[in-house]
């Protein structure tokens, strides 16, 4: 699978794919980030990208200029099965996407900045719309970040365990049930007694209860149904 990731900003995005499961599966050679600046694509000789809003206004809005030159110039190596828009006022992200998503080949993700971007971008080239939460970030370069992590790590071969993405929150229609570690007794508090049992039929079934338990008590909208 394959992100590429358009933004002013590169260097945001230089930590988050750098570490740990990110960095794991690229290295394996399951996925490929490619992050470029926008900046590159601009014939204004200040490398500016943004400009006055028509009609007055708070807020400078991305130019359609440079996103085009860049899309099509990557359009042109490769196709694309979507161009995300990173936006508050899109679909928000779930589980149930990021796993659609996770299925998918090559991905290309817009970040927006300041007051947005030129709605013709989106009219022409964005593809889909997602939101990371109803809130309201400076870029979108933390959102594309968050979006990419919870899709490749449910590529198949990313995490070392399989199993362990399938019994996460939100897989199912429950969240996930607690989680222990040794020591078994820290100070007086200690690990629930089924958990050091042995019995597996026990402990799944301890799992669930809890699951389901945690599911009633936090989101029982996820039971509604
Ligand atoms: N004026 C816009 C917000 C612009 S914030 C509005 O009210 O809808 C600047 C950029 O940050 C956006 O273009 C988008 O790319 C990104 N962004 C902000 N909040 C986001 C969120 N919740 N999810 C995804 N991207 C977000």
Not at 62 to 67: N, Y
Not at 79 to 92: C, N, R
Not at 175 to 194: E, F, H, I, S
Request: proline residues 4%; aromatic residues 8%.
């Amino acid at each position: 699978m394959r992100f590429d990731i358009i933004t002013v900003l590169p260097g945001l995005l230089e930590s988050p794919f750098a570490h740990s499961i990110l960095q794991r599966a690229q290295n394996k050679g399951i996925v490929e980030i490619h992050v470029h600046n926008l900046r590159n694509y601009t014939d204004n000789k200040h490398k500016n990208v943004d400009d006055y809003p028509y009609g007055g206004g708070s807020g400078m809005v991305m130019q359609i200029g440079p996103f085009a030159a860049c899309i099509d110039k990557l359009k042109a190596e490769r196709a694309y099965d979507e161009v995300i828009f990173l936006s508050p006022d899109g679909k928000t992200l779930n589980q149930e996407m990021a796993n659609e998503l996770s299925g998918k080949g090559n991905l290309l993700l817009l970040c927006g900045h300041y007051k947005g971007i030129d709605q013709r971008i989106r009219d022409i080239y964005v593809t889909r719309e997602i939101s990371i939460g109803d809130y309201v970030l400076s870029g979108g370069e933390l959102a594309a970040a968050v979006v990419v992590d919870a899709v490749v790590r449910l590529i198949p071969g990313v995490l070392s365990d399989e199993t362990s993405a399938l019994s996460d929150s939100f897989q199912g229609d429950l969240l996930d049930a607690p989680v222990y570690t040794r020591p078994a007794d820290w100070n007086g508090y200690k690990v629930p007694d089924v958990l050091l049992s042995g019995h597996q039929a026990q402990i799944d079934n301890w799992r669930y209860e809890q699951a389901l338990e945690r599911t009633r008590q936090r989101r029982p909208d996820l039971l509604d149904d």
